[in-house]
């Protein structure tokens, strides 16, 4: 099992920047592959990035590609997403979630997925 942690959701005006934060624990973190996703009401959850576990190949959605930056510290057990220039189209809940596969990460699917934090952008 590995449980999954997001934080550092809240309210930015547009154009800022937020970074979001999601803590691992459980099964070695370094083993898996980690992405991030979001869901804003009424539609559906959306792929947004992934990282792999072991040369830290990333891979983004056209929505947010040049905008949005994932990475991750696996002596801290955490990976992060770095979100810039936010339109208000990016308001959401933006949930991490850990797959042995980032294939499987890119195609929506993830084994093991954390609560999620609310990330509001106004205009």
């Known amino acids: 099992q590995v449980q999954l942690v997001e934080s550092g959701g809240g309210l930015v005006q547009a154009g800022g920047s937020l970074r979001l934060s999601c803590a691992a624990s459980?099964?070695?973190?370094?083993?898996?592959?980690m992405g991030w996703f979001r869901q804003a009401p009424g539609k559906e959850r959306e792929f947004l990035a992934a990282?792999?576990?072991?040369?830290?190949?990333?891979n983004y959605a056209d929505s947010v590609k040049g905008r949005f930056t994932i990475s991750r510290d696996n002596a801290q057990n955490t990976v992060y997403l770095q979100m810039d220039s936010l339109k208000p189209g990016d308001t959401a809940v933006y949930y991490c979630?850990?797959?042995?596969?980032?294939?499987?990460?890119?195609?929506?699917?993830?084994?093991?997925w954390g609560e999620g934090t609310r990330v509001t952008v106004s205009s």
């Open positions: 990282i792999d576990w072991s040369r830290g190949t990333t």
């Open positions: 979630a850990a797959d042995l596969s980032d294939i499987h990460l890119i195609a929506g699917r993830g084994n093991y």
């Open positions: 459980g099964r070695p973190f370094s083993s898996y592959a």
